[in-house]
């Protein structure tokens, strides 16, 4: 649901409407501003923002899909790329002989 800016003081109906997933869009010449939300999902939003921070500035980790299932910190994954990639070039670049 959105509403104009200019209705701000007469929206007490569409935040008695809110049920606990919905949000009100603001809008300000003709394109959303802002979001008005219960607190409760705002939190949600909140944590999310800081756990995803948390993970951000957290060591990054690969995780390989498997029986196994483990995962690889992110320069053992560089260095297994780098593998891969090596053996692919060593496989499948044309030998320059065979270049025209």
Do not use: C, W
């Amino acid at each position: 649901m959105n509403i104009d800016i200019k209705k701000l003081e007469n929206i007490s109906k569409e935040l008695a409407d809110l049920k606990k997933d919905d949000v009100i869009y603001v809008d300000e010449d003709g394109s959303s501003k802002y979001v008005i939300m219960p607190i409760g999902l705002y939190e949600s939003v909140e944590n999310s923002l800081i756990d995803d921070n948390d993970t951000l500035n957290a060591d990054p980790h690969i995780r390989i899909i498997g029986p196994e299932g483990f995962q690889l910190s992110y320069d053992e994954y560089e260095s297994v790329k780098k593998q891969i990639n090596d053996a692919f070039e060593k496989v499948f670049k044309p030998k320059p002989e065979n270049l025209n």
